[in-house]
């Protein structure tokens, strides 16, 4: 299993002040009758093919976990743009901040393009990223997490291209920002995803694991104001006492590539800045065999979005085989983060026996099942 966490563009229904600490565990015994909003946002391509299955496979839960879903169709992305002028509607940020609970977003053109202005007190999500098994076999088990800030490093956009007085040629240069908040609270994300992931392990799930770890990726050698912030800002987050039992530990990010695809069953738990991040998590899908399986969830402190990792893949759209276990298991990411453990593992199991018998993969498997098979296999387990 991998994971990423990134940071988002979306406030949650506190607004634009700083909320309480979005809690990651939830006592199964106090849990009553729930009724969860979510808003659906395909957005382009293929997310108009695989975010209805996310719908059904919420429909589909069994009735004894108490859960009652409505749900609210919103738009955005590329074909929005071209209809409206507006890639992200504001009526979509409002619906989403005053009604929902929860969002599953598709994907967006690779033609679309938005700079986003967040405000200053917006709440900072995190984006997770998992796939469960290795289908080409190809290597030993591994079980990750990469924990991505997302809100600022090179990624801020403020760019500029200007004319070199000696050489007369054009120079281009950007900002990487980097500050000790937005490191800190990164950091202490990657603390508790470490926390809780040894606490299911010690109920008894499956794990190549003993010991919750958090290796903080970095490339303070060069980099050393930065970079050099973010790991000091992380490893003093996670020396508070909550993260006592964590072990800490750093990696140059050039040596990470290297021994992410050499021995991914080392890592745990990776912390990352934007870049970074960004390129690990991509890099890791491959570990997998494809990005049709790995999901993510971008989750603040109020608010969660489940988000395939896939994109919009044009190239396919319309021709009915899209896969759609990311999506299914960005709806299990979700859930988890709404603090609804036990029915997000009853979508993982559900997921992981579909891909374990491997009668409905999808073509980029290697297989030959269509969406709607793949989807209907993995429902019918429910």
Not at 131 to 141: H, I, K, R, V
Not at 150 to 162: C, F, G, I, M, P
Not at 243 to 249: A, E, G, M, R, T
Request: proline share 6%; with cysteine.
């Amino acid at each position: 299993m991998s994971f990423l966490l990134k940071d988002t563009w979306f406030p949650g229904k506190s607004g634009s002040g700083s909320p309480p600490r979005f809690s990651l565990l939830k006592s199964f015994d106090t849990m009553a009758s729930r009724a969860l909003r979510i808003g659906l946002i395909p957005g382009d391509g293929i997310g108009r093919e695989v975010i209805p299955a996310g719908r059904r496979l919420l429909e589909a839960l069994p009735a004894s976990l108490g859960l009652k879903f409505s749900f609210v169709d919103l738009e955005a992305g590329f074909e929005t743009f071209k209809q409206t002028g507006v890639a992200l509607p504001e009526k979509t940020v409002e619906v989403l901040q005053r009604e929902c609970d929860g969002a599953l977003f598709g994907a967006v053109s690779p033609r679309l393009l938005v700079a986003h202005r967040r405000p200053p007190q917006t709440p900072r999500p995190v984006r997770q990223r998992t796939s469960c098994q290795d289908y080409s076999g190809a290597l030993s088990p591994f079980d990750l997490v990469i924990v991505r800030e997302n809100t600022e490093d090179l990624y801020v956009k403020e760019e500029r291209t200007y004319t070199d007085p000696v050489t007369g040629r054009p120079v281009a240069e950007a900002i990487k920002r980097i500050s000790e908040r937005a490191s800190t609270r990164i950091a202490r994300m990657a603390g508790d995803i470490a926390v809780r992931r040894q606490k299911i392990r010690e109920n008894g799930a499956e794990s190549i694991h003993t010991r919750p770890l958090v290796t903080i990726t970095h490339k303070s050698n060069v980099l050393s104001q930065t970079d050099g912030l973010f790991r000091e800002a992380a490893r003093a987050a996670l020396e508070l006492p909550e993260y006592k039992d964590v072990v800490v530990d750093e990696q140059i990010v050039d040596s990470m590539v290297y021994k992410l695809f050499r021995q991914p069953s080392t890592y745990d738990v990776i912390v990352a800045p934007n870049l970074y991040g960004d390129l690990l998590s991509d890099g890791a899908a491959a570990l997998v065999g494809s990005l049709g399986l790995v999901p993510s969830a971008n989750v603040s402190d109020s608010f969660v979005i489940g988000e395939p990792c896939h994109g919009s893949a044009p190239d396919i759209m319309g021709k009915g085989i899209a896969n759609p276990i990311a999506t299914m298991r960005s709806v299990g990411l979700m859930l988890e983060f709404l603090g609804e453990e036990h029915a997000a593992a009853m979508v993982y199991q559900a997921v992981d026996e579909s891909l374990g018998e491997k009668e409905f993969l999808s073509p980029d498997l290697g297989g030959e099942a269509s969406t709607e098979e793949v989807i209907a296999d993995v429902l019918r387990r429910l």
